[in-house]
């Protein structure tokens, strides 16, 4: 449905001009969205201003809809009006190209046009409320600058936590030293284990390399707050920390280590080209930077959300493929049983079942539902942030989750625009070379991992679904890099919760038990908050306490250096029994542990009631595993099989 006919004036502008109802609010909104998106290169004027100078057109016709003029004194009216303007914006060619030749999306846009014009009133009161009172396209300088810093906090944050830990965890007398990971890899794959394995470790794998990498991270983590050469910055930083991933082995195989190098490598093309910060002459924000790191936001919260549906865990609310309210179970378990939790976990433990259940419930809507409106306009997108960041602090309050949540709420700050806090910036124009190639950039990893992250996406709705033969060969490519990543925490809900108790003897009569930081062992000590710090064995032992020592090879090399007496593994712990020389004898028994009751903690005071299970490992010395290297040579065969 297009313009009966196109009026041709006697008097044109000398560049095109959009004449407007200037009685209109509706209008008086979006033409200055117009106004901006046009650039200069297109003037407005209200019609009652203007109307004398073109007598060709009726008043009537400029009350009904807007007017373009172009210099050859050629008219167009309506949504053709609008397409035509955009024209001579090269980003938005493809709207005017669309309306002559896509077939129908001329009639559907007049009568589009004609509802609105016809009900402006009603389209004012739909304006404030998606928008508010600017409609202007957004600009995104602050969310730039700030979501920078709390990047940079968060590096400094995970460099300096796995700083304090990396020689008991991968140093050369810790659990799994890198030094022997790396030569046990290549021996067995060749020169493909280059590849498979991107680190800086295959050039040095000395405590002191690995001190290296982690104090350049915390300068460089500096330099980015500070908004110092941030690009430069950037790319250091994914390097250093993808480096000490690979090196850190199971260690540092957590999902926020992942979305931390996603969301790192993706700033590369977000971040200025600038050596300092120039308040008033900051480059263009990148459109297509600030898309992928959307992208990553949504995939994030819909994955995680998702996955909980489709695992064929009831305790989500997910019965026969219908919902049920009454099987929102998940969090009469979570509390108790997560990896770490604080102590408000206890408290929440001890809420009503119906405030549980619609926690589970809001917890699936956030993660599922409210994604969907970062893509929406101002307020609806400003909302989605703000339920979001409350998910995410709910979640820290009552469990450790080490960086996973800032960095969570770091990219919600990505949905906040400069005029929902009345912040006005003037980007720069920035036709530098530099510029262009973070622009391009960024649009090649669009063309790239677009593709990768649907389908990661719709793996979350149908999990057994087959990758296509030529996506999955460019994943193959990417995963190592951990630059495409798939999310879903608690997919399945842990509904028990297993302890692992280590003790040590002189004798094989008197054991005693080793102490950890942070993860229960003496029931009368109140779960602690160490958050954002990660304490990463104490992490892993939750997690061997869902399989076997054969299951979890890392344990075996805790085991031996105990047995040795190794300091660099000592200082992991929060007591070692046996601080002059090391025991005779390790072993290991399993515990249930629950929370107790009010009662229960009014009467003893203690957190935790446990229930002992049984053995987990033997008693073992180390001269039987020197003797027989039976549980020694299982734990590097299988350190390899897990490569």
């Not at 060709?56 to 807007?66: L, S």
């Not at 009006?81 to 709207?95: D, E, I, N, P, T």
């Not at 794998?205 to 104090?215: I, V």
């Not at 299988?638 to 490569?643: F, H, I």
């Amino acid at each position: 449905m297009t313009n009966e006919s196109h009026v041709r004036v006697a008097n044109p502008p000398p560049k095109p001009l959009m004449i407007w109802d200037g009685e209109c609010h509706f209008c008086k909104r979006w033409i200055e969205r117009w106004r901006e998106i046009t650039a200069g290169e297109v003037d407005y004027v209200a019609y009652q201003e203007a109307a004398d100078q073109f007598p060709e057109i009726p008043v009537e016709q400029f009350k009904r809809a807007v007017a373009l003029i172009e210099p050859d004194g050629k008219t167009f009216f309506a949504a053709e009006a609008v397409y035509r303007s955009l024209r001579y914006r090269s980003s938005r060619k493809w709207l005017s190209h669309s309306y002559d030749r896509v077939p129908g999306f001329a009639a559907i846009s007049e009568l589009g046009y004609k509802f609105i014009a016809d009900h402006r009133k009603l389209g004012s009161a739909v304006t404030r409320l998606l928008w508010g009172k600017d409609v202007r396209p957004p600009t995104y300088f602050w969310a730039r600058r700030w979501f920078l810093r709390v990047l940079g906090l968060i590096y400094l944050i995970a460099f300096v936590s796995l700083w304090v830990q990396v020689d008991g965890l991968v140093g050369s007398d810790g659990i799994s030293p890198v030094n022997q990971f790396l030569p046990a890899v290549r021996e067995q794959i060749g020169r493909q284990a280059y590849s498979l394995l991107p680190t800086l470790c295959w050039f040095i794998t000395s405590n002191a390399f690995l001190h290296l990498l982690c104090g350049g991270g915390v300068f460089l983590s500096l330099l980015l707050i500070a908004g110092i050469v941030p690009v430069v910055s950037l790319i250091a930083l994914f390097v250093f920390y993808l480096s000490l991933t690979i090196a850190g082995q199971t260690f540092l195989s957590f999902q926020w280590d992942i979305l931390l190098l996603e969301t790192g490598f993706l700033s590369i093309f977000f971040a200025p080209w600038q050596l300092w910060p120039k308040r008033g002459r900051e480059p263009p924000v990148s459109r297509a930077a600030l898309f992928l790191l959307k992208v990553l936001l949504f995939k994030l919260m819909v994955m995680s959300g998702v996955v909980k549906l489709t695992s064929g865990d009831d305790s989500w609310g997910w019965l026969d493929h219908s919902f049920h309210w009454s099987a929102l179970t998940a969090l009469d378990y979570h509390y108790w049983s997560q990896p770490l939790p604080t102590i408000f976990a206890w408290w929440a433990d001890k809420s009503p079942e119906w405030f549980k259940h619609f926690s589970v419930a809001f917890c699936l809507t956030v993660e599922i539902i409210v994604p969907l409106f970062i893509w929406a306009p101002r307020r609806p997108r400003l909302i989605a942030a703000g339920l979001i960041v409350f998910l995410q602090i709910a979640i820290a309050v009552t469990g450790n989750y080490c960086f996973f949540n800032l960095l969570t709420v770091a990219l919600c700050l990505l949905l906040i625009d400069d005029a929902s806090i009345n912040r006005k910036y003037a980007a720069v124009i920035d036709r530098r070379y530099s510029y262009r190639l973070s622009t391009y950039g960024a649009i090649a990893v669009i063309v790239v991992t677009l593709p990768i992250n649907a389908w990661l996406i719709f793996t979350a709705f149908k999990p057994d679904a087959p990758w296509p033969r030529p996506l999955a060969a460019v994943y193959g490519r990417l995963e190592a890099f951990r630059i495409a990543n798939g999310y879903g925490l608690f997919r399945v809900m842990t509904k028990d919760r297993r302890e692992i108790v280590v003790e040590g003897s002189s004798d094989g009569i008197d054991w005693l038990p080793y102490e950890f930081k942070w993860k229960p062992v003496d029931v009368m000590r109140a779960p602690g908050w160490c958050a954002p710090h990660q304490p990463r064995l104490d992490w892993q032992m939750w997690f061997a306490a869902l399989g076997t020592p054969q299951q979890n090879p890392w344990f075996g090399g805790l085991i031996i250096r105990l047995l040795q007496g190794s300091a660099d593994v000592s200082r992991l712990l929060a007591y070692n029994p046996f601080p002059d020389q090391p025991p005779r004898y390790i072993r290991a028994s399993f515990y249930r542990y629950r929370f107790t009751t009010r009662e229960e903690h009014r009467r003893s005071g203690a957190w935790w009631k446990r229930q002992e299970l049984g053995e987990y490992l033997p008693a073992v010395s180390l001269d039987q595993l020197r003797q027989g290297r039976g549980f020694a040579a299982r734990r590097l065969s299988d350190t390899r099989s897990t490569v």
